[in-house]
């Protein structure tokens, strides 16, 4: 297997930066297929894809949301693929990985300056890794990976739109970096109201606040009927929903074009 690498500038995570490199590096033998270590036991798994030039390692599992790592600087060496990468919490790393026609292996990995993986081993637990696989189409692995495209294509549409992923506790932080852009996020719809409502962290805890301004009529209907009282009294329809939104207010962040993300 070929990989042809040139070094690249690193790249931090859902920023999309244009650059000539990654377009060159060839990592089409890993591209949109899951791996695992055992194909046929597991409802989760990795696969890596190629977004604006950009090469996303994605970890995925059947019924939960998933994670990203977004790869930076190459170096090949052989059978051996050495990269830096910025995992979902901002965090830099590295990683190497020796490649097989079947799939991979990974050698080492760097978190943060801190050691996790070194000769194939973890070193948290002294277990050693074996060979992710290819996962076939007609494995359980794979069925899986079928069912997350599926699940996840809006938001990277969304992505290719320029709209930004966040989420309540941050957007809360962060409100003068996000006012007046374009975003989409997962909420615990309620109170809802003929002013507007509730988006939710998903531990109910903290919240900003909608407005029927620019809302879409048809799921404010649906939102009035479905998501009018408090927790308790929401149902199904109102839990984990991701919807885009600009984002308003002075002091505080309002979410106004509430729609449903599609």
Known sequence: MHVKIIPCIL????????????????????????????????????YFKKENQTIRK??????????????????????????????????????????????YRVIERIRGGVEQIKN?????????????QKCQANSKVFEVYQRYKTYVRPLDRLRALGYIETDVIDLIVNFDQYVGKRIFLKCQLSSAASSGGSCRSEDDLQYVSWETKGIDKIFFKQLLVSCAGPEKQRTWYCQDIWVTATVGGSSVPRLEDLRPAK
């Open 11 to 46: 790249l931090l995570i859902n920023i999309v930066i244009p650059i000539k490199c990654m377009a060159d590096v060839n990592f089409d033998p890993f591209l949109n297929q899951p791996f695992n270590t055992d194909c046929e036991a597991g409802d989760e798994g990795i």
């Open 58 to 103: 994605i970890y995925f599992k059947n019924g939960e949301d998933p994670h990203a790592w977004v790869l930076g600087i190459s170096i090949s060496d052989g059978n051996t693929l050495s990269y830096e990468y910025v995992d979902q919490g901002g965090i830099k790393g590295t990683e190497k990985i020796e490649l097989f026609e079947s799939g």
């Open 120 to 132: 194939r081993r973890i070193l948290g637990n002294k277990s050693d890794l074996v060979i992710s």
